[in-house]
């Protein structure tokens, strides 16, 4: 089994980020990258032991506003994902890495994007899971507001849980991670079963590892802070695999397709039944089509 590298801490960009590792320093690097209101730990660590085990040397970390890497106070983040973009190349940087295989999971596909625009010379491939080429229709729908944008908005339900989370009493720790094991049940699709249990694990290790949970509500106003990309998605000129299901209820389907279409020569792997989610279920098809675009 891969070695798994003890969590460091990294000064860059006026920050402290933390990150681990898994496997040899020396084999292709793999830097994952994940989405809102979610620390690394959500990296499950069966995904980057296979990984590893497959001949990568895989980087995970915390963003912003979450685990232990530095936060800003509730409702004021400092930044946006081209400052995002920036600490996930500092973190290569951190392990002496000049390039990588960038993987991001929803936010973090987008930051995967920005990486591929922003730093083109540290990227080797983009696999952007389960994540959209412009959050406007998502970020519009949760201010009941109609941008007149082409790609879906979240369901209904999703938006429902997100509106009960405004009324959380951020103290209560067991109130926080029922919520979480909530949205999580809500974010999943038909095609696997639900890791209740699991999920609940996950939750109570990422509040009790947070230097300030409540910050990462700010993922939202930040992505809605920054420049589009879209646009400039034709620049993109590395190999590209994009990985969605066909049952996300929050960045749906079409999301996914629209991230196809705009970057050239773009690959798609579809998840029939998934959500917003990598279900253990998924990762016998996931891991050896990320070792086949990483080769």
């Given at each position: 089994m891969?070695?798994?590298?003890?969590?460091?801490?990294?000064?860059?960009?006026?920050?402290?980020?933390?990150?681990?590792?898994?496997?040899?320093?020396?084999?292709?690097?793999?830097?994952?990258v994940m989405?809102?209101?979610?620390?690394?730990?959500v990296w499950?660590?069966?995904?980057?032991?296979?990984?590893a085990?497959?001949?990568?040397?895989?980087?995970?970390?915390?963003?912003?506003?979450?685990?232990?890497?530095?936060?800003?106070?509730?409702?004021?983040?400092?930044y946006?994902?081209?400052?995002?973009?920036?600490?996930?190349?500092?973190?290569?940087?951190?392990?002496?890495?000049?390039?990588?295989h960038?993987?991001?999971?929803?936010?973090?596909?987008?930051?995967?994007?920005?990486?591929?625009?922003?730093?083109?010379?540290?990227?080797?491939?983009?696999?952007?899971?389960?994540?959209?080429?412009?959050?406007?229709?998502?970020?519009?729908?949760?201010?009941?507001?109609?941008?007149?944008?082409?790609?879906?908005?979240?369901s209904?339900?999703?938006?429902?849980?997100?509106?009960?989370?405004?009324t959380?009493?951020?103290?209560?720790?067991?109130?926080?991670?029922?919520n979480?094991?909530?949205?999580f049940?809500?974010?999943?699709?038909?095609?696997?079963?639900?890791?209740?249990?699991?999920?609940?694990?996950l939750?109570?290790?990422?509040?009790?590892?947070?230097?300030s949970?409540?910050?990462?509500?700010?993922?939202?106003?930040?992505?809605?802070?920054?420049?589009?990309?879209?646009?400039?998605?034709?620049?993109?000129?590395?190999?590209?695999?994009?990985?969605h299901?066909?049952?996300?209820?929050?960045?749906?389907?079409?999301?996914?397709?629209?991230?196809?279409a705009a970057?050239?020569?773009?690959?798609?792997?579809?998840?029939?039944?998934?959500?917003?989610?990598?279900?253990?279920?998924?990762?016998?098809?996931?891991?050896?089509?990320?070792?086949?675009?990483?080769s």
């Amino acid at each position: 089994m891969a070695t798994h590298h003890a969590e460091r801490m990294i000064e860059a960009n006026g920050i402290d980020i933390c990150a681990d590792s898994f496997g040899e320093p020396d084999d292709p690097a793999i830097l994952l990258v994940m989405g809102a209101g979610a620390s690394m730990l959500v990296w499950d660590e069966q995904l980057c032991e296979r990984l590893a085990d497959g001949g990568r040397f895989v980087i995970r970390y915390d963003n912003r506003d979450t685990g232990k890497t530095t936060c800003c106070p509730p409702g004021e983040p400092n930044y946006t994902l081209n400052d995002m973009a920036a600490d996930g190349v500092a973190v290569l940087d951190a392990y002496n890495i000049d390039k990588a295989h960038i993987v991001g999971a929803s936010m973090g596909g987008m930051i995967t994007q920005v990486i591929g625009l922003n730093h083109p010379e540290r990227v080797l491939t983009l696999t952007p899971i389960m994540s959209t080429p412009n959050a406007g229709a998502t970020l519009d729908a949760m201010d009941d507001a109609d941008g007149g944008h082409a790609l879906s908005p979240p369901s209904p339900k999703v938006l429902a849980a997100i509106a009960a989370s405004a009324t959380l009493d951020w103290s209560d720790r067991e109130a926080l991670i029922e919520n979480r094991v909530e949205m999580f049940k809500v974010l999943a699709g038909s095609g696997y079963p639900y890791d209740e249990a699991g999920q609940r694990e996950l939750a109570a290790a990422e509040v009790d590892r947070a230097v300030s949970f409540p910050s990462s509500l700010n993922h939202g106003p930040a992505i809605a802070a920054s420049q589009p990309w879209h646009e400039r998605l034709d620049q993109l000129s590395v190999p590209t695999l994009v990985i969605h299901g066909t049952e996300d209820p929050i960045l749906p389907y079409d999301h996914g397709q629209a991230l196809v279409a705009a970057i050239p020569d773009a690959t798609m792997l579809t998840l029939e039944g998934v959500g917003h989610e990598l279900p253990d279920g998924v990762l016998d098809t996931v891991i050896p089509a990320l070792l086949e675009h990483t080769s």
